[in-house]
């Protein structure tokens, strides 16, 4: 749990400080920062999809995990989430809309929580204590933090809250996690968060098309679960 708490200190530290000094930074300069994040998001998640040793697992595991989603309605939960946070800890005149307090706040939650980094180094974390892999993930979602902050508002600082309870809990389930993962699960793990976070990086932050993001990340579970069963078929 070290790497974790590490990692949401820096969140926070990063958001707070984008928060402060968010306001001297031009519109225009923003804009730019998170266009550049954005394309910086869609090279680190086909880089991530380059991973699968099979497509069409990862095929699977998103066509599953969006009838899930959609059926569990995640998207719709964050968000409520997100407004019952900005009610109880935004104020009233503070600059942007509801819109913008939620977009902050998914958009920040699913960019720091998945990815190979958060799931390897928490499994890391929770095995043996060294936190190496998530102190080198918290630099960068500082700087992250600090970008989003800036332009999206204090929505960014909530999403510490999914960050600690996602990698929270992966640490804390790593031991049994470990005893049946393999490569090969792993790999179609990744590859699978990665065509995530390039949807992530069209819809919220390019702002190309808008995508129900949040709805495909059961995938990220059934990916690995379709390696075990086609094992287990001996395919």
């Not at 958001?15 to 394309?39: D, Q, S, Y």
Request: glycine fraction near 12%.
């Amino acid at each position: 749990m070290t790497g974790t708490i590490i990692n949401v200190a820096a969140v926070l530290i990063g958001g707070a400080l984008g928060m402060l000094f968010g306001a001297r930074v031009p519109e225009r300069l923003k804009a730019t920062v998170v266009t550049g994040m954005g394309l910086f998001t869609a090279a680190i998640g086909i880089q991530m999809f380059l991973k699968t040793e099979n497509p069409l697992i990862v095929l699977g595991a998103l066509l599953i995990g969006a009838l899930l989603g959609e059926w569990w309605r995640i998207e719709d939960g964050l968000q409520a989430l997100g407004l019952i946070l900005e009610k109880r800890f935004s104020k009233p005149d503070a600059e942007g809309s509801s819109g913008k307090f939620v977009r902050g706040f998914l958009t920040a939650s699913l960019l720091f929580a998945i990815g190979p980094m958060a799931i390897l180094g928490s499994i890391q974390d929770g095995l043996t204590g060294n936190y190496n892999t998530l102190a080198i993930k918290s630099v960068l979602d500082g700087f992250a933090s600090l970008a989003f902050a800036s332009t999206l508002g204090v929505g960014v600082l909530f999403s510490s809250i999914i960050l600690l309870v996602y990698q929270g809990g992966i640490s804390l389930l790593a031991a049994q996690l470990n005893t049946i993962a393999t490569p090969s699960m792993m790999n179609e793990m990744t590859a699978t968060g990665g065509v995530i976070l390039t949807g992530l990086a069209i819809s919220s932050l390019l702002e190309i098309k808008k995508i129900r993001v949040g709805n495909f990340l059961p995938a990220l579970a059934i990916a690995p679960l379709i390696v075990w069963i086609l094992s287990r078929l001996g395919i």
